[in-house]
T-cell receptor, first 116, second 110 residues
Framework: GAGVSQSPSNKVTEKGKDVELRCDPI?????LYWYRQSLGQGLEFLIYFQGNSAPDKSGLPSDRFSAERTGGSVSTLTIQRTQQEDSAVYLC??????????????FGEGSWLTVV | DAKTTQPPSMDCAEGRAANLPCNHS???????VYWYRQIHSQGPQYIIH???NNETNEMASLIITEDRKSSTLILPHATLRDTAVYYC???????????FGAGTTVTVRA
């Protein structure tokens, strides 16, 4: 597609429920990233996928968070047993990761998660 | 990684050029200057980036000083839709753990 597509755009869930957030990166982009942006907080890196390499999960805040990327394209971020502190905007991004490009990271519009 | 310093806010008249400064005095030789903006309730939008040469695209121009310790983003003809928080970051090409500072809140007034 023309840009990074995320769904749902807004999600309200009850504490303790599981949620899945979906990301469709820019066509042809091999790298996919998830970030989180909380109100009053900065941008927080969560996880990075590059091709068939093992993902960098170093930013995931707890084992309730997981992500997968199927077929090297679409990715799903799953949050189990949601807590109120999980309320945030979850941003997916992608880039065309080569040594000669600027490796510019393009963001989607985000999935706004509210845990009540 | 290098830090950046930006003014917290600035106003701009519609139709005029907006010049957004950024200081990055500790930038390393392999770090690029990137600008993003975030309009309220939207995801960050890439604007422009550069290493040491001035750059221009359909959105903006980027002027980087010769010593690379500071840069200026220029929006040539600001519109009301340019009202946003503008973030200046410096990063090596292979760094993906982005972090945005407070940025500059730009308000374009009619």
């Amino acid at each position: 597609g023309a840009g990074v597509s995320q769904s749902p755009s807004n999600k309200v869930t009850e504490k303790g429920k599981d949620v899945e957030l979906r990301c469709d990166p820019i066509s042809g982009h091999t790298a996919l990233y998830w970030y989180r942006q909380s109100l009053g907080q900065g941008l927080e890196f969560l996880i990075y996928f590059q091709g068939n390499s093992a993902p960098d999960k170093s930013g995931l805040p707890s084992d309730r968070f997981s992500a997968e990327r199927t077929g090297g394209s679409v990715s799903t971020l799953t949050i189990q047993r949601t807590q109120q502190e999980d309320s945030a905007v979850y941003l997916c991004a992608s880039s065309l990761r080569t040594a000669t490009t600027g490796n510019t990271i393009y963001f989607g519009e985000g999935s706004w998660l509210t845990v009540v | 990684d290098a830090k950046t310093t930006q003014p917290p806010s600035m106003d701009c008249a519609e139709g005029r050029a907006a010049n957004l400064p950024c200081n990055h005095s500790t930038i390393s030789g392999n770090e690029y200057v990137y600008w993003y903006r975030q309009i309220h309730s939207q995801g960050p939008q890439y604007i422009i980036h550069g290493l040491k040469n001035n750059e221009t695209n359909e959105m903006a121009s980027l002027i980087i000083t010769e010593d690379r310790k500071s840069s200026t983003l220029i929006l040539p003809h600001a519109t009301l839709r340019d009202t946003a928080v503008y973030y200046c970051i410096v990063r090596p090409l292979d760094d993906y753990k982005l972090s945005f500072g407070a940025g500059t809140t730009v308000t374009v007034r009619a």
